[in-house]
C-alpha cells in the first residue's frame, strides 16, 4: 500500500504531514543540543569540583598524602574527573552524530519536499488549464448549436413567408448552413479537447501524482528512518562510556576499600615519633625533716647544681624536652624576695643576707614553684623554632629521619656525578683517538666541574653520616633509658619515706647511670652498611639484554670487544654519551657504543 494509490486525492494532507516530519525533526536535533549543553555544563561543574578538593600542595611535599585515607580520597577525586570526562565525551558525539548529521538531513529533505510539492502543483496547474480549455470549448460548442438552430428556424420561416423575396430566403438558408458548420466544427474541437483533457486527467491520477507522492512517500519514510537512528544514538553515546564509567566507579569502591587504619596508625607513628624517652616519676620531696642535722649529701647545703631535690634522681632537663621550650636556656631560679636563690643552704643559722629562717624560704619556694607536667599543647613547637643543617631542631627521631632522607639524596647526585664523569673521560678518549669527532680539550672544564661536585658532595655524605651516627646514637640512648625506667620496680609508699642515705645514694647511682655516655660500640657502627651492600648488590644485577649488531674492538681503557651476533647482559644505560656498560658471558665487563647494539630491557 502506497500514499500514490491510496492517497490520491489527499494532496494537502500529505502536504501538512510532511512539513509535520521535518518539524519534529527539528524538534529532536534543538532537544540534542540543550541535551548537549546540560552534559557539558554537569561536567564543567564536576570538573570545578574535584579542582576545589584536590590538594594545593604537590604530594611530595605533603605529608598527608601518606595516610591511605587521604590516598582513596584524591583517588576518587580523580574517578570523578573521568567522569566527567565521559560526560564531555557524551556531549561530542550527540554533537556531531546527532545535531549536525541531522542538521543537515534536515536540510535536503527540506529542500527534497519542496521540489516534489511544486512539481505536484504544476502538474495541477496543468490539469487546470485543460479543464478550462475544455470548458472553453464546449460553451462554444454550445453556442454555436444554438446559434446554427436559430439560423435554421428563420431561414424555415422565411422560405414560408410569402412576403420573403427569394433573395432574403437563399441568404436566409446560407446562414443557417454557416451556422450549422460552424456547429459542426465546434462539436469536433470540443471532443478533441475532451479526449486530450481525458487522457491528461488519466495520466495525473493514474501516473503523475501517483508518482509524486510515492517519491513523497519515501521521503517521509528515509527521514523517519534518520530520526529513529537518532533516537538511537542518544542512547548509544550513554552505552559506550558506560564501560569506562563503570571502571571509574569500581575505582571509587577500590579506593572506599584501600582505606587502611592500621596503616594510616603506622604513618602517623613514622612522621611525628619524636624518639625522646618518656619522662620518669616526680619523686617525693620531704619536708619534715629538721632544717638543723648535720651536713650530707640529700641536706640543703648540697649544691644545687641541677637541684636534685627537685628533679629527682636520675633525671636530666634534656629527657623532658618534649613538654618544655627547645634549646632555650633557663635563667636562675627567682626567690621570694626578688633575688636569685642561693646556691647553698647552710643547715645553721638564717642566711644574713636574707634575714629570714630557710625553713620559711623553703617553704615560699615550694608554694612558688609549680611542677612542670606533660601536655600536648607544648608538642607543637614554636612559630620562632630556627631551622638548622643537622635538623636538631627536630625531636630526635624525626631528626633521624631527615638525616637518612638528606643522606640518600646526596648519595644519588654522588652518584649521577661519577657516572657523569666516567662518560666525559670515555668520550674524551674516544677524542684523542678519533680527532675528527672533537676537542678533547674542551671536555676539561665539564670534567673539572664533576671532580668539584663529587668532592663537595663526598664532604657533604660524610658530613651528613656523621650527624645520622649521632642521632642514631642518640635515640638509641633514649629507648634504653625508657626500657630501663619501665623495668624499674616500683617506688615505696610514701607513708615510709626511704633512708636519706640510701635515698641519696640510689640517686646518685642514678644520677651516674643517666649521665653516662653511649658505648662507643653504638656510635662507631656504622648505620648504612646494610643498605649501602643492598645497593651494590642490587646495581650489579643486569637491567636486561642486548645484541651485538657489528663487531668492536674495544682497544681504550674501560670499553670490551664483542662480536657481531654475541648476547650480552645490559648492566647500565645509555647515559646520553653514546656508551652502554655490558657484561659478556664468558665473563668482563665494560662498555660499547650503544648504536652498536639492540637493547631489551627487562
Not at 521521503?219 to 564501560?243: I, Q
Not at 621570694?336 to 636563690?341: D, E, M, N, Y
Not at 619556694?365 to 607544648?378: Q, T
Request: glycine fraction near 6%; proline fraction near 7%.
Amino acid at each position: 500500500m502506497d500514499w500514490g494509490t491510496e492517497l490520491w486525492d489527499q494532496f494537502e494532507v500529505l502536504e501538512r504531514h510532511t512539513q509535520w516530519g521535518l518539524d519534529l525533526l527539528d524538534r529532536y536535533v534543538k532537544f540534542v543540543k540543550e541535551r548537549t549543553e546540560v552534559e557539558q555544563a554537569y561536567a564543567k561543574q564536576l570538573r570545578s569540583l574535584v579542582k576545589k578538593y584536590l590538594p594545593k600542595r604537590p604530594a611530595k611535599d605533603d605529608p598527608e598524602s601518606k595516610f591511605s585515607q587521604q590516598q582513596s580520597f584524591v583517588q576518587i577525586l580523580q574517578e570523578v574527573n573521568d567522569f566527567a570526562g565521559q560526560r564531555e565525551l557524551v556531549a561530542e558525539n550527540l554533537s556531531v552524530r546527532v545535531c549536525l548529521e541531522l542538521t543537515k538531513y534536515s536540510q535536503e529533505m527540506k529542500q527534497e519536499r519542496k521540489m516534489h510539492f511544486q512539481e505536484g502543483r504544476r502538474a495541477q496547474q496543468q490539469l487546470e488549464n485543460g479543464f478550462k480549455q475544455l470548458e472553453n470549448s464546449k460553451r462554444k460548442f454550445e453556442r454555436d448549436c444554438r446559434e446554427a438552430e436559430k439560423a435554421a428556424q428563420t431561414a424555415e420561416r422565411l422560405d414560408q413567408d410569402i412576403n420573403a423575396t427569394k433573395a432574403d430566403v437563399e441568404k436566409a438558408k446560407q446562414q443557417a448552413h454557416l451556422r450549422s458548420h460552424m456547429a459542426e466544427e465546434s462539436k469536433n474541437e470540443y471532443a478533441a479537447q475532451l479526449q486530450r483533457f481525458n487522457r491528461d486527467q488519466a495520466n495525473f491520477y493514474f501516473s503523475q501524482m501517483p508518482q509524486i507522492f510515492d517519491k513523497l512517500q519515501d521521503m517521509d519514510e528515509r527521514r523517519a528512518v534518520h530520526l529513529g537512528a537518532g533516537y538511537g544514538l542518544l542512547s548509544e553515546a550513554e552505552l559506550e562510556v558506560v564501560p569506562i564509567i563503570a571502571k571509574c566507579l569500581e575505582g571509587m569502591k577500590v579506593a572506599a576499600h584501600a582505606v587502611d587504619p592500621k596503616n594510616d596508625s603506622q604513618v602517623l607513628i613514622e612522621l611525628h615519633k619524636s624518639g625522646f624517652a618518656r619522662p620518669g616519676d616526680v619523686e617525693f620531696e620531704d619536708f619534715s625533716q629538721p632544717m638543723n642535722r648535720a651536713p650530707s649529701d640529700s641536706s640543703l647545703g648540697t649544691p644545687s647544681e641541677g637541684r636534685p631535690e627537685l628533679r629527682g634522681p636520675g633525671r636530666s632537663r634534656a629527657k623532658r624536652w618534649p613538654f618544655g621550650k627547645k634549646n632555650k636556656p633557663r635563667p636562675p631560679p627567682l626567690s621570694p624576695l626578688g633575688g636569685p636563690v642561693p646556691l647553698a643552704l647552710p643547715n645553721g643559722p638564717p642566711s644574713p643576707r636574707s634575714g629570714r629562717d630557710p625553713l620559711t624560704i623553703l617553704s615560699e619556694i615550694s608554694k612558688s614553684v609549680k611542677p612542670r607536667l606533660a601536655s600536648f599543647r607544648s608538642l607543637r613547637g614554636s612559630r620562632g623554632t630556627v631551622v638548622t643543617e643537622d635538623f636538631s631542631h627536630l625531636p630526635p627521631e624525626q631528626q633521624r629521619k631527615r638525616l637518612q632522607q638528606q643522606l640518600e639524596e646526596r648519595n644519588r647526585e654522588l652518584q649521577k656525578e661519577v657516572d657523569q664523569r666516567e662518560a666525559l673521560k670515555k668520550m674524551k678518549d674516544v677524542y684523542e683517538k678519533t680527532p675528527q669527532m672533537g676537542d678533547p680539550a674542551s671536555l676539561e672544564p665539564q670534567i673539572t666541574e664533576t671532580l668539584s661536585n663529587i668532592e663537595r658532595l663526598k664532604l657533604e655524605v660524610q658530613k651528613y653520616e656523621a650527624w645520622l651516627a649521632e642521632a642514631e646514637s642518640r635515640v638509641l640512648s633514649n629507648r634504653e633509658d625508657s626500657l630501663s625506667r619501665h623495668a624499674r620496680p616500683p617506688d615505696p609508699p610514701t607513708s615510709a619515706p626511704p633512708d636519706n642515705s640510701s635515698s641519696n645514694s640510689g640517686s646518685q647511682d642514678a644520677k651516674e647511670s643517666s649521665e653516662e655516655p653511649p658505648s662507643e660500640e653504638s656510635q662507631d657502627t656504622p648505620i648504612y652498611t646494610e643498605f649501602d651492600e643492598d645497593f651494590e648488590e642490587e646495581a650489579t644485577s643486569p637491567i636486561g639484554h642486548c645484541v651485538a649488531i657489528y663487531h668492536f674492538e674495544g682497544s681504550s681503557e674501560g670499553t670490551i670487544s664483542m662480536a657481531e651476533g654475541e648476547d650480552l647482559s645490559l648492566m647500565e644505560e645509555d647515559k646520553g654519551d653514546g656508551w652502554t656498560r655490558v657484561r659478556r658471558k664468558e665473563g668482563g665487563e665494560g662498555y660499547v657504543p650503544t648504536s652498536y647494539l639492540r637493547v631489551t630491557l627487562n
